[in-house]
């Protein structure tokens, strides 16, 4: 079993539509949430992080994070053609010496125009 | 600020041969580390260096792997031999605390093995 799970898509939406990307993980150790997003041919760019339960939101983005069920989820409001790209959930665990980020498999979205 | 930087962005090599992938991470950032993603999978941890130090080399798969991180600045990757499974994207990240919060990726070094 993945440590991560993410449901790969890929996800079309038009112009203006609420996204939401969710990812499952397995070990309740883990501390720190993130959600990257990587264009085409470019490294992971962190969005948002989130640190155990609860929300974030920065623009038209909001991520939460249910630890009781082990959900992680990421909200775009009025999605743009610009946000077309794969997004990746990504957990860390809660010791201050580990740096290792486990990805999901990134769920690629296009944003139609 | 120049980000983190990637040599080469593609390489192309045969099966048996050796390949050495460079990462200069941003100044001053001490934590460097590797993940590797093969097609069709996630994201992977290969190691973490802290300064020159191997803090986690956990998930390098095998010993044909070679990291290195001379005097605490860039790093290099040797594969050899390279065999057909490792062609994938190499990514390095550097961050300047422990919090890999803060880690900044660079644009991944395209490896294909033929």
């Known amino acids: 079993q993945k440590e991560v799970e993410q449901d790969p898509g890929p996800l079309s939406v038009p112009e203006g539509a609420i996204v939401s990307l969710n990812c499952t993980y397995s070990n309740s150790a883990f501390q720190y949430f993130m959600w990257y997003r990587q264009y085409s041919r470019k490294g992971p760019e962190l969005l948002m992080y989130?640190?155990?339960?609860g929300n974030k939101e920065d623009g038209r983005f909001t991520a939460q994070v249910d630890k009781s069920s082990k959900y992680i989820s990421l909200f775009i409001r009025d999605s743009q053609p610009s946000d077309s790209a794969t997004y990746l959930c990504a957990v860390r665990g809660g010791s201050s010496n580990t740096g290792k980020l486990i990805f999901g498999q990134g769920t690629t979205l296009q944003v139609k125009p | 600020e120049a980000g983190v930087t990637q040599f080469p962005s593609h390489s192309v090599i045969e099966k048996g041969q050796t390949v050495t992938l460079r990462c200069d991470p941003i100044?001053?950032?001490?934590?460097l580390y590797w993940y590797r993603r093969v097609m069709g999978k996630e994201i992977k941890f290969l190691l973490h260096?802290?300064?020159?130090?191997?803090?986690?080399e956990s998930g390098m798969p095998n010993n044909r792997f070679l990291a290195e991180r001379t005097g605490g600045t860039y790093s290099t990757l040797k594969v050899q031999p390279a065999e057909l499974e490792d062609s994938g994207v190499y990514f390095c990240?550097?961050?300047?605390?422990?919090?890999?919060?803060?880690?900044?990726f660079g644009q991944g070094t395209r490896l294909t093995v033929v």
């Open positions: 989130t640190y155990s339960s």
């Open positions: 990240a550097s961050s300047q605390r422990w919090g890999v919060t803060e880690a900044f």
């Open positions: 100044s001053g950032h001490d934590n």
């Open positions: 260096f802290v300064k020159e130090s191997k803090q986690d």
